[in-house]
DNA sequence: GGCCGGTTACAAGGCACGCTTGTAACCGCA
DNA sequence: TGCGGTTACAAGCGTGCCTTGTAACCGGCC
């Protein structure tokens, strides 16, 4: 399903979000860095466009309309996304010169790095020292490479072993689950599939090669021998993302990290099959060099924090 | 924390991953309905603006590079999220003209409806009855008068106790939280906050008369007794997302619902405190008018969809 | 009563961005 | 060698947005 274009810019929502918390179009203007007239044209015009009034302006001030409070409120979704997006991208564009130096696989940079690093620039921020992170999105053999050539002062990789002369610290697990969209009949089963229906059913999955579908084949080994034959795929899709859309469509069922679609299960876009009889869980792990442990500086900072995180959540 | 001018806008992302799924850019022209070369100089000028090369551009296609991958999936979180809005908006256009009208309350509206509907549309579209839904927000009391006076075919809202004359179905729960930013005291600490200490803490809260505000003080009544008395608040604003960004500046702790501060838990930009001795949990209903249950028609569809949701997640 | 500081909106001019159309270069394959 | 596919460059144009200037409105205060 495509956006309409009835949806307002990502500037536009934050021009809106200023007004809320300002009270008045005259105190957002400066906060933006454009005049008053511009926000007044911007929020006019918005509202024009969405066909729904979202401020009461008055002498003096505007104040946002009942409907006005329930967008801002999804406004903000929108923009808290972008500032992952937004932190990532400072992160990837950093040309490896940053003060710390992050290497991480694709799963992990894809899910968990950008929350975390909002999280941590914000912290670092308060107390006065936000620190340049350059990240490097690889596979986990690459990442332990960079790791260990000291190319990198952290890594984050998924795999279950710790690689020779590195030290680490698991920080978060990932789960392979299979997902159907709902009104799928995998979606209103009862009974968790086992390996042998899995290996039966036709999925829609990445193409051969990629990280998350050797995973399943050594989980599926694991539990059937090697003898077994996957069902051909429905789709072959070169990302994450396309395999969601196309699921989510209803394409058929896919198996993927949880962390890929963690969003669509919570909002039921996406519904979870239990599966029995399959190991499909694996540790994420930061990465390493050198003898002591926990590792210097800002490297220290950071997995402390994510531990943090993931102690009290 | 504002956005920097190098985010992309909605648009462009939507080209980006439009190009991504298609596997050339003269293949998402038509799906985009713009021009081959105007798909062209969208991505370039992206990949200038966010400096970072998104596309290997080759004879036969184009395919994301690694960081381009990377970039596509934090930029479906962004339309993920928009797209919430969008079907949000639509449904608050829809001036009561609707096959199914719902009034729902601020919390559920802004923090549970749009996942619903965008997961209800798009299995409705699947089974080519896509329906019109209008939406209402207003407090609890409104709803019901909405529901009662067939001004709305369902209702949803986080009362305790179901208005006289109307059916009802626990859809889900809510449950107030204590939340403050990671490194402040109230985030290291071990032991779970008693009544007594929160009602010595300073928060940042809404304007009195808020439905969140006014169920703090109903738990703290019915724990300590009418003579309590609340700290003076650091800060009283107006909308919960003005909360949220002020916590996360480091105002100061908050009590709110956990539906509003769940991305932020879950990406460590704020942190639950645990809360001991006090009952702030809150079941939210379906409400319908009638004496048969389940209700109608698209009515009737929508509650099942909800409860399949969440019997499954 | 009059004025000042705050709010909003309207108008004109200009810049910049994005789209379209037309054109060209490149590659693989028949 | 020609065709169907890909990408990029160039010119022209419309539109959206910002700035500056102006005006109207309200509340408080001298």
Chains 1, 2 share one sequence.
Not at 26 to 45: C, D, F, K, M, W
Not at 66 to 73: F, I, N
Not at 220 to 238: C, E, F, M, T, V
Not at 272 to 284: C, K, S
Request: net charge positive; hydrophobic share 45%; proline share 5%.
């Amino acid at each position: 399903m495509r956006l309409s274009n009835r949806v307002p810019e990502l500037t536009a929502l934050d021009v809106l979000l200023a007004v809320a918390r300002a009270g008045s179009l005259n105190g957002a203007a400066p906060e933006l860095g454009v005049s008053q007239q511009a926000v007044s044209a911007r929020i006019t015009a918005m509202e024009a466009q969405i066909g729904i009034r979202l401020l009461t302006r008055s002498t003096s001030g505007s104040t946002l309309t009942a409907e006005g409070t329930v967008v801002a409120e999804w406004a903000t979704r929108v923009l808290d996304a972008a500032q992952e997006l937004d932190v990532g991208l400072a992160a990837l564009r950093a040309e490896h010169r940053g003060r710390l130096r992050v290497s991480a696989s694709l799963t992990i940079a894809e899910h968990l790095l950008p929350g975390w690093l909002v999280s941590f620039q914000a912290v670092a921020s308060a107390r006065g020292d936000a620190a340049e992170i350059t990240l490097t999105a690889a596979n986990s053999g690459v990442v332990s490479q960079h790791v260990r050539a000291d190319t990198a002062d952290l890594g984050f990789i998924e795999s279950p072993t710790v690689p020779p002369g590195l030290r680490s610290r698991v920080v978060a697990h990932d789960e392979l689950v299979l997902v159907a969209p709902p009104g799928h009949p995998l979606a209103k089963r009862r009974r968790p599939v086992d390996p042998h229906l899995l290996v039966d059913t036709p999925l829609v999955s990445r193409e051969s090669g990629s990280g998350t579908r050797e995973a399943l084949a050594a989980a599926l080994r694991s539990a059937l021998g090697s003898g077994y034959r996957q069902a051909d795929p429905i789709l072959a899709l070169s990302t994450t993302s396309a395999i969601r859309s196309a699921v989510r469509a209803g394409a058929g069922p896919a198996v993927l990290s949880e962390l890929a679609v963690a969003d669509d299960l919570a909002t039921g876009r996406l519904v979870r099959v239990p599966i029995t009889g399959l190991d499909l869980r694996r540790a994420l792990r930061a990465i390493w060099l050198g003898t002591r442990t926990p590792p210097a500086g800002a490297a220290r900072d950071l997995i402390g924090h994510i531990a943090a995180l993931r102690q009290l959540s």
